[in-house]
């Protein structure tokens, strides 16, 4: 398990506990946090459940292979630390973690 | 059992319990045909969730949202590896004819993780933000057909817009000749029709599949600003495309934003005909449309699709064996009480998912391009045109098979 923090754009936040061997966008349907919207369910498809992740974090993680990063490119509203997190494994490791939202999934 | 054969079979396989048959023709059910959706609502209320039905070479149906997605994210179990456009072709004509040297269209004919690497590079050029592009030739083509049925106050919307406009929008996302568009959206209705007998289908293919060819030869010397082009370009495993896969890459493309979007156009506007209040809402507040869309996108799903199954499996209680052939009735699934309360009602803003893009790794790739076609085609017809109604002289036509679909839709308008 996993304390993982979700904050929407408006400041709004939503602390999940999260399931090792979710995805970090699962932990965020799981629990109906609003934001993310994960149209493809889950494959790297969509981009549409785009996240920022905080630089202490991101060295933290393993980085985006070539599939995420193309994708990355067709989302909305990019910025140097944004990930899918459909692509992120929850671990242990990730307790505390925080993800802010962008202001829209699907639009400029 | 031999998928779409399009024989019904003598004796249901000893697997299948008796409980669980339901004599279901998916190409040529009277009450299919009489109103589609209708049918897929009294197939939920009436027929087991997944039944088994002899026809068309026998297979199983799976009607609830549930069951489908959790095959759709099992494709280790549920398989789209036996897919080719040869068989699509018959299930259509509902005849049956020898396995016809099909093309192995891609991505959908793939399992992960082959699926994975033909299925990535057309994420990119269709996603949201790529296809917005788009919007400024959608609405020029949308106006240009509206021109030429506006003053005469009626229309067969079918064959005068709703079938043109994703042949001409696809030949220009493609990057084909324009001046050729009249015979190939006349190739196009017979790929599609279900008159057209297989052999004369197969020959149709062909032909589309030379068109295609030609294209993608004549990028290969000289790439421009289009989806073929960028196609040749793209890495699958570390290497360029092969023609081979050029040509399954494109005739996907070709008949994934065809048959789908003009009866989704087409199932829409007939709701909207019977519906005047909506039509006034919609046409009073444009901002209520991609909702509107979406609601009509549930109401009126067009495809479903098939897996074949790779190991004896219990699936929701009922026993498949290896080699069964399933298929997911994706306009059955949008009417299932259990995930869409009220499902015969038009509600605006439902939060849940519809099922008619499907789930898993095949779910729709055309389908922001869909949404944005259909987006702009609203906004101009509904400013344009007057509050339109069925023509009541002459009822709409519809077919079945793989796609629910729409052959003929008189309208009238003041």
Redesign the interface.
């Known amino acids: 398990m996993a304390k993982i923090k979700f904050i929407e754009a408006d400041g709004k936040e939503h602390e999940v506990e999260a399931q090792e061997g979710r995805s970090v966008m699962q932990a965020a349907m799981d629990n109906l946090v609003p934001g993310i919207i994960a149209?493809?369910?889950g494959?790297?498809?969509?981009?549409t459940c785009h996240g920022y992740i905080d630089e202490a974090w991101l060295k933290k993680l393993p980085p985006p292979d070539s599939?995420e990063e193309?994708?990355i490119?067709?989302?909305?509203h990019v910025r140097p630390n944004s990930r899918l997190t459909c692509q992120i494994q929850v671990t242990p490791a990730l307790d505390g973690l925080v993800v802010r939202l962008p202001v829209s999934q699907?639009?400029e | 059992m031999s998928a779409f054969s399009g024989q019904k079979l003598d004796e249901i396989p000893a697997h299948v319990p008796p409980e669980l048959v339901y004599e279901y023709d998916n190409a040529r059910d009277p009450r299919m045909l009489e109103d589609p959706h209708a049918r897929m609502r009294s197939i939920i209320l009436e027929a087991p969730p997944i039944f088994f039905s002899p026809y068309n070479g026998g297979q199983w149906f799976v009607t609830r949202k549930k069951a489908i997605v959790d095959i759709t994210m099992n494709p280790a179990v549920y398989s789209n590896a036996f897919l080719t456009s040869g068989q699509h072709a018959e299930e259509h004509a509902g005849e049956n004819k020898d396995a016809q040297q099909g093309f192995m269209m891609l991505p959908i004919a793939a399992d992960p993780p082959q699926h994975t690497a033909y299925r990535a590079p057309l994420n990119q050029p269709l996603s949201a933000k790529s296809v917005a592009g788009l919007e400024a030739a959608i609405r020029t083509m949308t106006n240009e057909l509206i021109d030429k049925v506006l003053a005469a106050g009626r229309c067969d919307f079918f064959s005068e817009i709703a079938e043109p406009l994703p042949v001409t929008l696809f030949m220009k996302l493609a990057g084909m000749p324009t001046d050729r568009l009249a015979e190939f959206r006349h190739l196009a209705t017979q790929a599609t029709s279900a008159t057209v007998d297989a052999a004369t289908r197969a020959g149709v293919f062909k032909q589309i599949a030379g068109i295609l060819a030609e294209t993608i030869k004549a990028r290969q010397e000289k790439r421009e600003d289009d989806l073929i082009s960028y196609l040749l370009d793209v890495k699958i495993n570390g290497r360029n495309p092969t023609f081979q896969e050029m040509l399954g890459y494109s005739i996907t493309l070709f008949l994934g934003g065809l048959e789908t979007v003009v009866n989704a156009l087409s199932f829409g506007v007939r709701h909207l005909a019977r519906d005047q209040e909506l039509q006034a809402k919609l046409r009073a507040d444009p901002s209520l449309l991609p909702g509107a869309i979406e609601e009509l996108l549930r109401l009126y799903g067009i495809a479903s699709t098939v897996r074949q199954v790779m190991r004896d499996e219990v699936c929701h209680g009922v026993q498949f064996k290896k080699g069964d052939t399933v298929l997911l009735l994706l306009p059955a699934a949008n009417y299932d009480d259990e995930a869409f309360p009220n499902p015969e009602q038009f509600i605006l803003d439902r939060k849940e998912q519809h099922q008619t893009f499907n789930t898993g790794p095949h779910r729709c790739v055309g389908l922001n391009l869909a949404r944005l076609e259909m987006r702009v085609f609203y906004q101009e017809w509904l400013k344009r045109v007057p509050p339109f109604r069925l023509d009541p002289e002459k009822k709409p036509q519809f077919m079945g098979g793989f796609n629910l679909a729409v052959t003929s839709l008189p309208l009238v308008w003041s």
């Open positions: 149209e493809c369910g494959f790297a498809s969509c981009a599939v193309g994708m490119s067709c989302a909305f699907t639009s």
